[in-house]
């Protein structure tokens, strides 16, 4: 493998990616910016590749017009955050729950009365998290931060419940091709032989995982809960931000998006040129790059119908895990974190390490423990 001095360029931004929003405070609070200037420059630089390198790595003529700056990339990052329904559900969803959080708050309130504290957590967790399939994460999230605020918990109560849920709306949301761009993807390259990959394909072959893995994120979230007090949630004015917080936040995630998409296409090449070739066990571990890059794009990148169940499971597991590890991960964490202000810093201090825990959990049970049960939808 020839290696190439534009490859450091590109490791470099995913450093950076990494580090930059913990080291330096304007980037904190300029993410989706920063983001979207890291992937404009990634795609620069990938657009420096010679069609020497391209063709060492099997690139068509096509495939080599797609590499670097192009109409179809920008388009597409364009186009895609509003086709795929996800900006179009910020804003309608925001709106819907600007004029309904009055209600929403009473009918909260008046739960929380009569019914334990942890309960709720864990329903909510655990409901959230199997409909996301269903209801698409994005809108599982929006919910999910709705009815966070209506929980009578301290702030970092509410981080902490925020950021185990989004794992499992994360994880959730792959049980169908509508839950996720992932999943969607992953259908699609599966759809011919030998799978035949159909529309319960993901839930036959992934559910023991993903149902296992949002009952103990519920658990969980039941054990972070603590001992809540009984008191009547309100979010003041302020707090709501009005119909411009609603606009706002749908604009910062059609940019987070918009970087995202920058970015995945701005590394394929060196994720065609390191991460193709190794290992199922390794490439699981390597994937925890998830946590920074559109996981979409990953799995375009890596799945194939030539590889064998164990390699697919392995694979998925790996991205939807890792994803829930730092904002940039996936939509959910990018929702929510933008909607109740959490910084990388807090994030990083709960999803890290319940996320190297849980990749530790199922690297062992995916590739050493022969019990799977597969379901036949």
Known sequence: MQFDPLDIGLFVIVLIVLVGPFMVKKIEHNLEAFLFVMGVL???????????????????????????????????????????????????????????????????????????????????????????????????????????????????TKINLIIIACFSIGLGAVLTPVGEPLSTIAITKLQGEPYNAGFFFLFNQLAIYIISGCLAMGLLAMFFTGKAKAMECKVSEEEDGGLKDVVVRAIKVYIFVMALLLLGAGMKVVIDKYMLGISPQILYWVNMISAILDNATLTAA??????????????????????????????????????????????????????????AVYFVWIFFIPFHIEFHL
């Open 42 to 156: 990634a795609v620069t630089i990938s657009s420096f590749y010679s069609k020497e390198a391209l063709e060492a790595l099997g690139y068509s003529e096509h495939q080599m017009e797609l590499i670097g700056w192009n109409m179809e990339i920008v388009m597409e990052a364009v186009k895609e955050p509003i086709i795929k329904g996800i900006v179009p559900a910020v804003l309608v969803a925001g709106l819907l729950f600007h004029y309904g959080r009055s209600y929403a708050q009473r009918g909260m309130n008046s739960l929380t009365q009569v019914v334990p504290a942890k309960i709720i957590v864990f329903l909510i967790v655990v409901i959230l998290g199997l409909s996301s399939s269903i209801i698409t994460a994005i809108i599982a999230s929006l919910l999910l931060v709705e009815l966070m605020n209506c929980m009578p918990f301290e702030r970092q």
């Open 302 to 359: 890596e799945l194939s119908p030539a590889m064998s169940m164990t390699q697919i499971q392995a694979v998925l597991m790996g991205l939807l895990i890792s994803g829930g590890m730092l904002i940039p991960g996936n939509i959910p964490n990018i929702t929510s974190a933008g909607k109740l202000g959490i910084s990388s810093k807090e994030w990083a201090k709960l999803g890290v390490p319940l996320g190297l825990i849980l990749m």
